[in-house]
């Protein structure tokens, strides 16, 4: 049985940028969060629409034919098959929910710059 897991103390838990940790796992999902700040990379997910729940900060989401933006507690889901590219001037923590295994830099991607994690997630540490 598992337990009551806080969101305020796992994002205390580390400070890597772009580099998720998988909180807790529904079904054949991973529920991630991480902290964000800068660009990430255009990026498209073939197989998996991909969920974004701002938790502190604004959230940028660029799409091809225009740029979503959302503010704490906004939610927004990037349909599969869709190019994005997320960013944050100033910061934002954020929460995903995505297959698991699922690539942070999808499956077709610009070339990753050093900052960003290209990862299928990393466990919480306790």
Same mark, same amino acid.
């Given at each position: 049985?598992? =337990?009551?897991? !806080?969101?305020t103390a796992a994002l205390a838990s580390f400070d890597v940028l772009w580099s998720p940790r998988i909180v807790t796992k529904v079904n054949d999902y991973d529920v991630r969060i991480a902290r964000? /700040?800068? =660009?990430?990379?255009?990026?498209?997910h073939d197989h998996t629409d =991909?969920?974004?729940l701002v938790l502190d900060g604004e959230l940028r989401i660029d799409l091809p034919d225009r740029a979503v933006t959302l503010q704490r507690g906004e939610v927004f889901t990037v349909p599969r098959g869709? /190019?994005?590219k997320p960013s944050s001037p100033d910061g934002a923590a954020i929460l995903m929910f995505e297959? +698991?295994?699922? !690539? +942070?830099v999808g499956d077709r991607? %610009? %070339?990753v710059p050093a900052h960003v %994690? /290209? +990862?299928?997630?990393?466990a919480l540490e306790a």
């Open positions: 049985m598992s =337990e009551p897991i !806080s969101l964000v /700040a800068g =660009e990430h990379v255009w990026h498209t =991909e969920f974004f869709t /190019a994005h297959p +698991t295994g699922t !690539s +942070t991607h %610009d %070339d %994690d /290209a +990862t299928t997630g990393h």
